[in-house]
Nanobody
Framework: QVQLVESGGGLVQAGGSLRLSCAAS????????MGWFRQAPGKEREFVSG????????YYADSVKGRFTIFRDNAKSTVYLQMNSLKPEDTAVYYC???????????????????WGQGTLVTVSS
């Protein structure tokens, strides 16, 4: 079965950076789109970023555009989220997610993603 394990969360001051990692297993990683979501306390889960199977197509929510970068290393079966210029409002549990259909190029819909990791907490202090 598909397993997604996030890491890299933690406490950082506003303006700082963090890199989240998501290691995938259970199938051929390079054939599937991947994404990152986040959920802050009392709020709905927000779709943050997505990347297609080859890494050639990406999506970013307006709230993170220009600050976050998603990329993948298919040889390591890992997707990353580089987060720069962090703000207190970025505080949330961040979840890695994976598509269940192969070779999808459109990654801007939250409905693309089917498998989920357990989440990693990011706290940005002001």
């Amino acid at each position: 079965q598909v397993q997604l394990v996030e890491s890299g969360g933690g406490l950082v001051q506003a303006g700082g950076s963090l890199r989240l990692s998501c290691a995938a297993s259970g199938r051929t990683f390079s054939s599937y789109a991947m994404g990152w979501f986040r959920q802050a306390p009392g709020k709905e889960r927000e779709f943050v970023s997505g990347i297609n199977w080859s890494g050639g197509s990406t999506y970013y929510a307006d709230s993170v555009k220009g600050r976050f970068t998603i990329f993948r290393d298919n040889a390591k079966s890992t997707v990353y989220l580089q987060m720069n210029s962090l703000k207190p409002e970025d505080t949330a549990v961040y979840y890695c997610a994976a598509d269940r259909l192969m070779y999808r190029n459109s990654v801007d819909s939250r409905n693309t993603y089917y498998y989920w990791g357990q989440g990693t907490l990011v706290t940005v202090s002001s």
